[in-house]
């Protein structure tokens, strides 16, 4: 490993992902206008307009969890830290599923992106050592990740039992569906770029940021809270209005 960081906040990194919790926020809340009727009709399911900004936000998210990373194996991360986080992350994992049972029973979270995240960031902590001392790996193994699904499919996939690899051959019925490939590549991805900055332009992410992003940083900072915090407000907000609406 290289010399360890030293323990301080990346800021601009924490701005970048909270310019994906607040994209995904008014995306989320635009689906939630729809599935109460208060908006004309979408479809979040095949119209490109939603289709591709899920598609943009979900990378993003992932690109700041693989640059995280590589960042917290740099400060020397302990095991009992990492283990700590990654549980709060399967709880919340498990919520959403819970949740969405609750809402969506026909369509549930059985693999969303935080289902994901529990996955990938165990697979990247499993191959840090590797990564970091052949720079080439997380490059090759994203572009394989990203270019597997379409060159593998079987029906075995199809089920929810084993649709969370992600070589199926047509996409499951649910609200949330990340499943590891293609998105190890994205995470993979991030994990190397994060990496080049870190060995060859740190103030890239390391740098101060201008005041009036201060709040990005914040939300950055408590992505997971905002996370799991956010869908329950604006759905409460959204059911009070029609309930004072009638």
């Not at 960081?5 to 909270?18: H, K, S």
């Not at 969405?100 to 995240?117: D, E, K, N, Q, T």
Request: proline residues 7%; positive net charge; aromatic residues 14%.
């Amino acid at each position: 490993m290289s010399s360890p960081l030293p323990a301080q906040r990346y800021d601009r990194l924490d701005v970048l992902r909270g310019v994906a919790i607040v994209w995904m926020a008014a995306f989320h809340f635009a689906f939630d206008l729809n599935h109460f009727g208060l908006v004309a009709r979408q479809d979040f399911y095949s119209d490109p307009l939603w289709t591709w900004q899920r598609t943009a936000i979900v990378t993003l998210f992932l690109c700041c969890a693989g640059i995280g990373q590589v960042v917290a194996w740099r400060q020397g991360q302990t095991r009992r830290r990492f283990v700590l986080r990654w549980l709060q992350i399967l709880d919340c994992a498990l919520l959403v599923s819970v949740a969405s049972a609750m809402m969506f029973p026909r369509s549930w979270i059985s693999f969303g992106v935080l289902h994901a995240i529990v996955v990938m960031v165990l697979l990247l902590r499993w191959m840090a050592p590797l990564m970091e001392h052949r720079p080439w790996v997380p490059w090759a193994l994203g572009a394989l990740a990203l270019a597997l699904p379409w060159w593998v499919s079987h029906p075995f996939f199809d089920s929810r039992v084993t649709n969370w690899v992600g070589l199926v051959t047509r996409k499951p019925v649910t609200e949330d569906y990340v499943p590891l490939l293609p998105w190890l590549g994205v995470i993979c991805w991030g994990w190397a770029a994060g990496r080049w900055m870190l060995d060859h332009h740190p103030g890239w992410i390391v740098g101060a940021v201008p005041r009036w992003t201060q709040p990005l940083a914040v939300l950055g900072r408590w992505s997971l809270s905002f996370y799991m915090l956010h869908q329950p407000i604006l759905i409460g907000a959204v059911v009070a209005y029609l309930h004072l609406r009638r």
